[in-house]
């Protein structure tokens, strides 16, 4: 999505520690029309799929998982994030280990809103380590509801997820990979 | 709003605690063409004011803030929750008491984001006791930027804080305003 790449050049910032800071736009400031045309953009690539749920995780992939939701008509769940093991017959659970915040926490999503007959599409802001995208995928098994793929608005392309996600036969539709990065550029797969 | 009353009595349960549960469309499930009707419900409300950002807290604020500033067509701005003061000079802080997790935790919206040619509209999904809103007054404050009032999903008017700021001039527009609720019934405002 080159409308992506563009935002990322002009308002992106690279930070210690391989980190992209794009929350002018993407994640704690939403700008409101390019988020409708991202969540437009991943309705067009999935068109060919009967999803019936969009998922995500708390918070940052909330406002992606809303427009894609919109844009598809079909209702987004987000999974919550807890520190500790949320023991209840309620819920699927997953644990996830952040490279950021070096812990471990659990997602957890309510046993009523997925099930058996969804087709579910991933969505998320990053797809860096991969570890949170596998979590999800980890409650829709547990769900029995199919997956269809996964939609990522920035993919860290040289963290390798990614690939190791495509090479598992996962579809994964990210709209802009980011090869490389330095302080003072950002180069992206083309 | 006649369609969200309905969906409450039609989908919303009551637990222990004047715990109103909406987690099947607003909050943990968002029904996305809902969701969007009630973000156009919003912009519409509001349409006199010359808005420039929506300004709710993480996480179950994101989803309606992300659809009223799809609606108005401005940026949405979401404060991230901290256990722990956090004492950088690039954020903006208030203190926020849970009543329902029992605990004081702090909300922080980055400078960046708010400033004082902006004309702010809050949103969130529920006002109880207020504490989350006056949290959000406050950074709005601080940000030197004009407060135009706060779109609410569903007002507990039971409890009182919506009506005290409205004693105190804020504009409050709550789409739905639970005058009770029992384990069987609950009754809106007229």
Redesign the interface.
């Known amino acids: 999505m080159k409308a992506l790449e563009e935002k990322i050049l002009k308002e992106g910032k690279v930070l210690p520690g391989n980190v992209l800071k794009v929350?002018?736009?993407l994640n704690?400031?939403?700008?409101?029309?390019f988020?409708?045309e991202i969540g437009n953009e991943i309705a067009r690539l999935f068109s060919g799929e009967k999803i019936t749920k969009v998922l995500t995780v708390?918070?940052s992939g909330?406002?992606l998982?809303?427009?894609a939701?919109?844009a598809?008509?079909?209702?987004?769940?987000?999974a919550?994030k807890h520190k500790s093991a949320n023991m209840s017959k309620e819920v699927y659970t997953a644990a996830v280990y952040s490279y950021t915040h070096k812990e471990t926490y659990e997602i957890a999503?309510?046993k009523?809103?997925l099930g058996k007959d969804d087709v579910v599409l991933i969505v998320d802001d990053f797809l860096a380590n991969g570890n949170a995208v596998r979590g999800l995928m980890k409650i829709v098994e547990e769900a029995g509801a199919r997956l269809c793929g996964c939609a990522i608005a920035i993919e860290k392309g040289f963290q390798g997820a990614g690939d190791e996600l495509r090479a598992q036969g996962i579809r994964i539709e990210s709209l802009a990979i980011v090869e490389s990065m330095t302080d003072e550029s950002v180069t992206f797969r083309a």
């Open positions: 929350g002018s736009f704690q400031q939403m700008d409101s029309d988020i409708m708390e918070s909330i406002a998982a809303v427009a939701g919109i598809l008509h079909v209702p987004s769940v987000f919550k999503v309510a009523e809103y």
